[in-house]
């Protein structure tokens, strides 16, 4: 099922340390976005948001805050993979729902919001 794409993330520990390595699984299909989990950020520091977004391939991943399409400023940033990225952080700013939604060449689109 194209819901079953995405990132996974596959994580060791042992008495010598952790290390993780991820890889994207792409599954034919419309796009689909899971849930966006509450995120709490800390002001100061860097906030990274991840379009968790299946279906293959996706054309294009944006992100709207308000009804207005980031990046609104110099501190937010979308880079290639759909990854919204805003730094500093700012409370009053940055609190608030967040929706990220995906297309594919053929025009089909989905949304999920997150708050932060």
């Known amino acids: 099922m194209v819901e079953d794409g995405g990132e996974y993330t596959c994580t060791a520990e042992n008495r010598a340390g952790k290390t993780s390595h991820s890889a994207r699984l792409n599954i034919y299909g419309m ?69 990220c939604w995906a297309r594919n060449k053929q025009g089909h689109s989905a949304r999920r919001s997150g708050e932060v």
């Open 31 to 99: 796009p689909y976005i899971r849930l966006i989990p509450k995120v709490t950020a800390v002001a100061g520091e860097t906030l990274r948001l991840k379009c968790p977004v299946a279906g293959y391939p996706i054309e294009e991943i944006h992100w709207e805050r308000g009804g207005s399409e980031l990046p609104v400023d110099l501190r937010q940033k979308v880079q290639a993979d759909g990854t919204l990225i805003i730094h500093p952080v700012e409370k009053k700013a940055d609190s608030g729902v967040y929706t």
